[in-house]
Nanobody
C-alpha cells in the first residue's frame, strides 16, 4: 500500500526559502520519475518539478531557476527547495510519481504572504 507524506509547508513571507519533504512507503522513488505538484485555490493541480530515476530534472517555467527538486534514495524521500517564493506560490503541494498514481497524499499547505 502506497503512502506519501508531505511536510515542510506553512506561512512564509514572499522571498522566503522553505524546503518541502516527501516521505514514501510502498513505492521506491529511485525507480520512478517523481514530481512535486501544486494546486492553488480555484485552479487545477499542476506539475512543478520532477526528477527521473537517473536524476535528470525538469521544472515548470514559473519556478525554473528558483526551485530545486532532489532525492535521497537511502531514505526514499524527495525534497523541493523553494527560493525567492512569490505570493502566487500559495498552494497545496503534493508529491507523486509521474504519471501520477491514483492515490494522493494530503499535501502540505504553503501560504506566501506579500
Amino acid at each position: 500500500q502506497v503512502q506519501l507524506v508531505e511536510s515542510g509547508g506553512g506561512l512564509v513571507q514572499a522571498g522566503g526559502s522553505p524546503r518541502l519533504s516527501c516521505a514514501a512507503s510502498g513505492i521506491i522513488f529511485s525507480l520512478n520519475t517523481v514530481a512535486w505538484y501544486r494546486q492553488a485555490p480555484g485552479k487545477q493541480r499542476e506539475l512543478v518539478a520532477r526528477i527521473s530515476s537517473i536524476g535528470s530534472t525538469n521544472y515548470a517555467d514559473s519556478v525554473k531557476g528558483r526551485f530545486t527538486i532532489s532525492r535521497d534514495n537511502a531514505k526514499n524521500m524527495v525534497y523541493l527547495q523553494m527560493n525567492s517564493l512569490k505570493p502566487e506560490g500559495t498552494a497545496v503541494y503534493y508529491c507523486n510519481r509521474t504519471p501520477s498514481l491514483t492515490y494522493w497524499g494530503k499535501g502540505t499547505q504553503v501560504t506566501v504572504s506579500s
